[in-house]
């Protein structure tokens, strides 16, 4: 298992929770709750190490559109970046107003 960290300007504050996919094989699961902080700070728990990087990647990628002040909560089982995008914005799209 590995632990990563990220925080992310924001802009806007958040004004629901939302809690999307499953922990599985080849899964993960957002929870995504408001934050008193004006960022967004991120955790992912990995079972795949070595891929800081790429979860770098993917998740600038989403908060460059998504500016919410937010605590983020990642489980990963070994998704895949194009699963890990998906669950990001379904979990995006449950906290819209």
């Known amino acids: 298992m590995e632990t990563l960290n990220f925080e992310y300007e924001a802009k806007q504050p958040l004004l629901r929770r939302a809690h999307v996919g499953v922990v599985g094989s080849g ?9 008193d902080k004006p960022a967004a700070d991120v955790r992912v728990r ?30 990963d089982f070994g998704a895949t970046p194009g ?8 979990a995006a799209e449950e906290v819209r107003p």
């Open 27 to 35: 899964d993960l699961e957002v929870l995504i709750e408001p934050s």
């Open 46 to 75: 990995t079972s795949v190490a070595g891929y800081g990087q790429v979860w770098k990647q993917v998740l600038d990628r989403f908060f460059s559109r998504f500016d919410h002040a937010a605590h983020v909560e990642i489980n």
């Open 83 to 90: 699963t890990v995008t998906l669950r990001l914005e379904q």
